[in-house]
C-alpha cells in the first residue's frame, strides 16, 4: 500500500518551463507532472542512464573536436598548410 502524501511543495515556473516539464514528464512515462516531479527530485542524477548517457555523447563529441584540432596543429607544425572550414572563421 502507497503511503499518503500529506505535504506539499510549491514553485513556480514560466511557461516555457513547464512546456519543458510536461514534455519530460511525457517522455519519462509518468502518470502526471507532480508524479515526475517527484521522481526527479528524489533521483541522484548520477544514477540516472540519460544523463550518463547525454554526457558521453558530448564528451565524445569534445574529443572528436580535440582530435581534429590537435591533427591540424600537427601538420602545421610539420610545415603543412592548415585549411579553416567555414564554421571556423
Request: hydrophobic share 35%; aromatic share 4%; with cysteine.
Amino acid at each position: 500500500m502507497q503511503k499518503v502524501r500529506t505535504r506539499l511543495v510549491n514553485f513556480r515556473v514560466t511557461d516555457d518551463e513547464f512546456a519543458q516539464l510536461k514534455s519530460a514528464s511525457d517522455r519519462h512515462g509518468a502518470r502526471c507532472l507532480s508524479e515526475y516531479a517527484r521522481s526527479s527530485m528524489l533521483t541522484d542524477p548520477s544514477h540516472d542512464p540519460e544523463s550518463v548517457i547525454s554526457k558521453v555523447v558530448v564528451l565524445e563529441r569534445r574529443i572528436a573536436t580535440l582530435e581534429t584540432s590537435m591533427s591540424r596543429l600537427h601538420h602545421a607544425l610539420a610545415g603543412g598548410d592548415i585549411e579553416i572550414s567555414a564554421s571556423e572563421k
